[in-house]
């Protein structure tokens, strides 16, 4: 049996002066970044790391398109990990120092 939970869609985020281009901006540095750190690997990454580039130019395409076309349903990615990463890298600064 198959429960189904319709939930409410989320508001529009406001408009204001600058959103989409910063929306654009923050579409591309996510997905480039992570082909970069695939394309900086250390280890031969192969046939898997082309993948990973190549579905990164894609994310990044779909990505672009919602925040320019559809710009008050994107969400910029920067203001949702930015605390797990400041997170992060308080933690290892407190292990840097511990040791």
Request: glycine share 8%.
């Given at each position: ?54 579905g ?16 008050p349903?994107?969400r ?24």
């Amino acid at each position: 049996m198959w429960m189904v939970f319709a939930r409410t869609p989320r508001a529009d985020m406001p408009m204001w002066r600058g959103r989409r281009a910063l929306a654009v901006l923050d579409a591309m540095l996510w997905p480039a970044s992570a082909a970069a750190a695939v394309g900086m690997a250390t280890v031969p990454t192969g046939l898997a790391g082309d993948f990973v580039v190549v579905g990164c130019g894609l994310l990044t395409a779909r990505r672009c398109w919602t925040a320019w076309a559809r710009n008050p349903r994107y969400r910029f990615t920067v203001a949702r990990w930015s605390s797990a990463l400041l997170a992060l890298a308080i933690l290892g600064a407190g292990l840097a120092i511990a040791t």
